[in-house]
């Protein structure tokens, strides 16, 4: 059964290749589409579209469904198209013809989008919470490790001296900024756009502005074919913010594979979270840095993928957007578990010390003496030519043990209070505790 079938079915062959995986990912939406249902019916009862006792036994009999998703007893049953078809079969057997009237005033389009919308932006949430346990394990690796000194690289040549407290604190800061991108994609996914109906608007006299503020949305597409057209590019945009962290969740994990080498040998892990040879008893392999690598160049593509979805698209609804739900959904889980293993895995993360006491370090305080000797009145060109010719003539043997780095992010002064701000400012703009507040008002 569809929503839109009237007499006439479609060949299997139709109806197998349109539906494709949509059943798989229509689950994850169910609790999203009972959530725009109610609104929509409590807003259809205040404008005579159905009764008060209508209205208070499709929100009881919604509620009853929300609870049956909770509990893992609800599935789309074999013929049945999609999520919005189940709910209304599940509630026109229950209720009577009462179920058929829902859909009144809406279209499968905008409540694919309104269902969507809301799964973005609670998958935008847990996104955000997760990197929020990771950015305090960072900033607490950070201060832990401040005063290990290890080598900093450049061309993946040996370049100065840095600590594993500005490693650490590296990636939380990249976190913090991270999430502007992701505010972005929440912006977009929080705005409403049940009432544009199948991108025209209805002559029916929808109350917009309601449904805005009971699904708790920021705002919403004023624009009918806007609001549409919104679909694909929330998509990207989220794409886009997924990919950030991907990003430097991807540049963490490829550090950890080359430190972990013998030739480094600047962390370890315990036996347990590595994997050995099937012949050779000394591996120690980083398998799991190696597969958040891999993976999070998957999501890296996610952009890419959804833009060239779009390319051929024109103003209005394809059924080409069907398959953003592909690339869309599954990285979202693959991101989230990327950061959650990197937050497990270095919740055990061993750093070695006096890594740069070793002569075979001594050069990564070049600059070092450089910045000594002009700071000792010598021309910087002469120092550095001086320097340079030391090295050369292997006559440079610097003190390993002394360093000075005092300005704002620096060995000396990692200004962790002030990363710390920043992720705090940037969490707070999501503004998730007064949404959640506002969906559990209307669940009760």
């Known amino acids: 059964m569809k929503l839109w079938q009237k007499e006439t079915g479609s060949k299997k062959e139709v109806e197998s290749f349109t539906i494709g995986r949509d059943p798989e990912f229509d689950v994850l939406l169910a609790p999203f589409d009972v959530l725009g249902s109610m609104a929509h019916a409590q807003m259809l009862s205040t404008i005579g579209l159905l009764t008060a006792e209508e209205n208070e036994i499709l929100q009881r009999g919604l509620k009853d469904i929300y609870s049956e998703i909770e509990k893992g007893q609800f599935e789309i049953a074999p013929g049945v198209e999609d999520v919005h078809s189940q709910v209304e079969f599940l509630l026109t057997e229950r209720f009577g013809d009462v179920g058929k009237k829902l859909h009144s005033g809406r279209s499968r389009n905008d409540q694919v989008l309104v269902d969507l919308k809301l799964y973005y932006r609670n998958a935008v949430k847990e996104i955000v919470e997760e990197c929020t346990e990771l950015f305090e394990l960072l900033i607490s690796l950070s201060e832990k490790h401040k005063n290990d000194l ?207 006491a070793d002569p075979f370090y001594k050069h990564l305080f070049s600059v070092e003496v450089v910045n000594d000797l002009v700071l000792r009145g010598v021309p910087f060109r002469d120092a550095y030519k001086q320097v340079g010719m030391d090295i050369e003539s292997d006559l440079f043997n610097p003190d390993q043990s002394k360093l000075n780095h005092t300005h704002e992010g620096s060995i000396g002064n990692l200004n962790l209070e002030a990363i710390k701000q920043k992720m705090d400012l940037a969490v707070k703009q999501f503004n998730f505790t007064s949404i959640n507040q506002v969906i559990m008002h209307m669940l009760k």
């Open 150 to 356: 290890m080598p900093g690289y450049t061309h993946t040549q040996l370049a100065m001296p840095s600590s594993f407290g500005l490693w650490f604190s590296s990636f939380a800061e990249g976190l913090s900024e991270d999430m502007g991108l992701l505010k972005a994609a929440f912006d977009l996914a929080n705005k409403n756009p049940l009432g544009s109906a199948a991108g025209y608007g209805s002559s029916f006299p929808l109350n917009r502005t309601m449904t805005t503020e009971l699904l708790a949305f920021g705002d919403l597409h004023h624009n009918v074919i806007n609001a549409q057209n919104s679909r694909g590019k929330t998509e990207r945009t989220l794409g886009f913010a997924m990919a950030g962290l991907a990003g430097t969740l991807n540049r963490l994990a490829s550090d950890v594979c080359i430190f972990m080498n013998q030739h480094f040998a600047f962390i370890g892990f315990p036996d347990d979270l590595t994997t050995g040879s099937s012949i050779m008893p000394h591996k120690k392999n980083p398998d799991v840095f190696e597969l958040i690598r891999a993976k999070t160049n998957q999501i890296q593509a996610i952009p890419n993928a959804v833009s060239l979805l779009l390319t051929n698209t024109t103003t209005g609804y394809h059924r080409d957007l069907q398959l953003l739900k592909e690339e869309i959904f599954p990285g979202i889980e693959t991101l989230k578990s990327c950061i959650r293993m990197t937050s497990f895995m270095l919740n055990s993360i061993k750093v070695k010390e006096n890594i740069l």
